[in-house]
């Protein structure tokens, strides 16, 4: 009889990932859908979705599926996951059954939370579906022997939710989640625009300015941007020229969130596990994580040493599908 297909999936509310066991490509889409204006059903997804929305101007308004690693819209999360299961080439046909999924699931996730994910994939083709835990998943993904009896601890920043998580003998022990990202960077600069200069702009501006010039605390980038927008009296189009060290100042509250994750966690654990971190340290990994200057900060405060995962963005889809080989051979997850 045919095997099942064995699809590792992230759920980002960024971007959504799939990649299937024993292949090395990377599907890798816009967590969005969009839908034409005055229109109920999703007219397109992921990257053709974020083109429509982008338009100018544009008739389709953007659909979130997936917002802190959860389902935010059932509708389009399934359809935009049949989208994804289907660029897996994993989709039933009249020769292959229909595939296996191993889900990263935040720790912080309730039960609800976790049902409407597994049943979101089933809705979408999935055959059998399995969570594990988005740490457990970072780990295996970053090379990280998780499942040794000293502990590791690993720190995930996403676009719309952090994870700070201490693991050992491949087990998570504490966890701590906040529903801050690198997305809430972006919203903090777009407000200080407004206030501050009167100047509207658009969540990608927002986005490509922390791309640009961004920082955490005391990395000191050093060329001044151009940043467009529209003037919120006149409606015009108009720009302001601003220094990196300002987003520096705009930034720190967001992060301090995110770095309170992390304190949590450490200071929750006992001290013979605390003093194995000390000398091996944290791993960041998320999108977010790859903000100039971050670790060194993150690392200055928590005073351990913080070093980014060799695979910052993919780590947890990659983990998601080495953990079939792991339960194939009788390990636990
Ligand atoms: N070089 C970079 N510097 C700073 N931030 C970055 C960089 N590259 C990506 N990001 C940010 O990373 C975030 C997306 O990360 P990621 O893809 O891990 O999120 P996600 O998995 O979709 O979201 P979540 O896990 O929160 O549901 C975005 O906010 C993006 O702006
Ligand atoms: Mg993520």
């Known amino acids: 009889m045919f ?56 008739s389709f308004t953007p659909v979130q599926p997936i917002k802190g690693g ?27 059954r229909k595939p296996e999924a191993a889900v990263c699931i935040s720790t912080g996730a309730t039960d609800v939370e976790k049902r409407a994910v597994v049943k979101a994939l089933y809705i979408s083709g999935a055959g059998r579906v399995r969570l594990i835990e988005e740490p457990l998943a970072a780990a295996l993904g970053s090379g990280i022997a998780a499942e040794e009896a000293e502990a590791h601890m690993i720190v995930s920043i996403g676009g719309g939710k952090s994870e700070a998580a201490v693991m050992a003998a491949g087990r998570i022990i504490l966890s701590h989640t906040a529903r801050t990202g690198g997305r809430d960077l972006d919203e903090a600069f777009s407000r200080f625009m407004s206030e501050n200069y009167n100047l509207l702009i658009s969540p990608s501006t927002a986005e490509e300015t922390k791309l640009k010039i961004g920082s955490a605390p005391g990395f000191h980038q050093s060329e001044s941007y151009v940043i467009r927008g529209i003037d919120a ?18 930034y720190e509250a967001p992060l301090k969130k995110i770095l309170h994750t992390a304190l949590r966690s450490l200071q929750s654990l006992p001290p013979e596990t605390s003093g194995e971190l000390l000398d091996r340290g944290v791993v960041l990994c998320g999108g977010g994580a790859l903000l100039p200057g971050l670790a060194s900060w993150m690392s200055d405060i928590m005073q351990i040493p913080v070093q980014l995962s060799p695979c910052p963005v993919e780590a947890a889809v990659k983990g998601a599908s080495l953990s079939f080989n792991l339960s194939e051979s009788g390990e636990s997850l």
């Open 70 to 96: 959860t389902i935010a819209d059932e509708k389009s999360a399934v359809e935009l996951l049949a989208y994804i299961l289907n660029k897996t080439g994993s989709s039933r046909s009249l020769f292959s």
């Open 3 to 58: 095997n099942r297909p064995q699809i590792g999936i992230d759920l980002g509310t960024v971007t959504m990932m799939a990649c299937r066991k024993g292949r090395e490509e990377l599907i890798l889409e816009p967590s969005l859908a969009a839908i034409l204006e005055g229109g109920t059903e999703p007219a397109a997804f992921g990257q053709e979705a974020l083109r429509l929305i982008q338009q100018k101007p544009s």
């Open 233 to 250: 009296v006149s409606g015009l189009p108009r720009s302001v020229e601003i220094q990196p060290s300002i987003l520096e100042k705009i």
